[in-house]
């Protein structure tokens, strides 16, 4: 019994000695050039130039070009010297072949590599992001532009101010007299009339916030191309800050104050501007850049705005609704 096992495990080991010599073959069916040696095909060796290769393929190819060549394997000869051509003038390709020669028993690493660099797109990965800025950076100001105009078209929409905007047209000879006006027609007269209008209110209306008249400079690239200046000058001020009202405890200025507001109100630059200006000289004079003071005007202003829901019949009929037929009610009401 022994003797027959130990005739088994001889066995196996012979056949898989006899194995390893097909297992460790450099040459993968699939990839590169198959079972064939690139360089071979080529005629060329693993110390040819780029030079001596390119020559070598060109020759070969005007001899076994279907058109002269009428072997039976005439296509699939010539097949076989584009590829082992393609894969040796590119130097990348060239030294994951040369790698896969050297280390034949790494497949999976050689298929990685192969198909990495088929599905791996040929364009420059800074000409992507560079384009996708672009992109970016086009949408961002056209739809900023739309915003703007939406803005415009609606505040000359409104009579009071359009009919502000008439006469400061008017009084700025935007608007022709009557005596001007004979020869027009009512669509050309229509056409002066809004342009004129459009004209006054753009250069009068105070628009803030996302309706506000696009700026070049926020535009990512310019954002980008700034942001070192951006930082630097953000670092300056905090130094600043911390020098002039932390070390040297200086009084808060007027832009400081409402700096310090502007952050207890935890809103943006452009939010805080948009706030109308009686509500910021309101909070400005309550003192509000003083955290005890902020904290007391917030309890304040909650507790009215939970008075005057309570008193709103319309917010009363919602939380009857939200009791009875809300979210986590079952009802089986026919409608």
Not at 24 to 50: H, M, P, Q, W
């Amino acid at each position: 019994m022994a003797t027959k096992t130990y005739r088994r495990h001889v066995f196996l080991k012979i056949l898989i000695l006899s194995a390893l010599p097909s297992l460790c073959t450099a040459f993968i069916e699939g990839l590169y050039c198959g079972k064939e040696n690139c360089y071979d095909v080529l005629s060329v060796t693993r110390d040819s130039t780029r030079g001596e290769i390119s020559k070598a393929y060109r020759s070969l190819a005007r001899k076994y070009h279907p058109d002269k060549y009428k072997g039976k394997d005439a296509e699939e000869k010539f097949q076989a010297i584009a590829t082992a051509y393609e894969i040796l003038k590119d130097e990348e390709q060239r030294e994951d072949y040369d790698d896969m020669l050297d280390n034949p028993d790494e497949y999976y690493r050689h298929y990685y590599q192969y198909y990495r660099r088929r599905v791996a797109p040929k364009v420059d990965v800074r000409i992507v992001i560079a384009v996708t800025i672009t992109v970016i950076s086009m949408i961002q100001y056209f739809s900023w532009w739309s915003r703007y105009n939406s803005a415009i078209k609606y505040l000359a929409s409104m009579p009071k101010y359009r009919i502000k905007a008439i006469d400061l047209a008017k009084k700025e000879g935007l608007l022709q007299e009557n005596k001007k006006k004979r020869g027009k027609t009512k669509e050309e007269l229509k056409e002066e009339e809004e342009n004129a209008i459009r004209t006054i209110i753009e250069s009068n209306a105070d628009i803030r916030g996302g309706y506000s008249k696009p700026k070049i400079t926020d535009i990512l690239w310019i954002q980008l191309v700034l942001s070192p200046w951006f930082l630097v000058q953000y670092i300056l001020w905090h130094l600043r800050w911390i020098w002039k009202f932390i070390i040297k405890r200086e009084e808060y200025g007027d832009d400081e104050k409402h700096y310090l507001i502007q952050r207890n109100l935890r809103v943006s630059q452009s939010q805080y501007d948009s706030i109308e200006a009686h509500e910021r000289d309101e909070m400005f004079s309550k003192e509000l850049w003083i955290r005890d003071k902020y904290v007391e005007y917030k309890k304040q202003k909650d507790e009215e705005m939970r008075i005057k829901l309570a008193e709103s019949s319309k917010y009363r009929s919602y939380r009857r609704y939200m009791k009875n037929k809300g979210p986590g009610r079952m009802t089986f009401d026919e409608d």
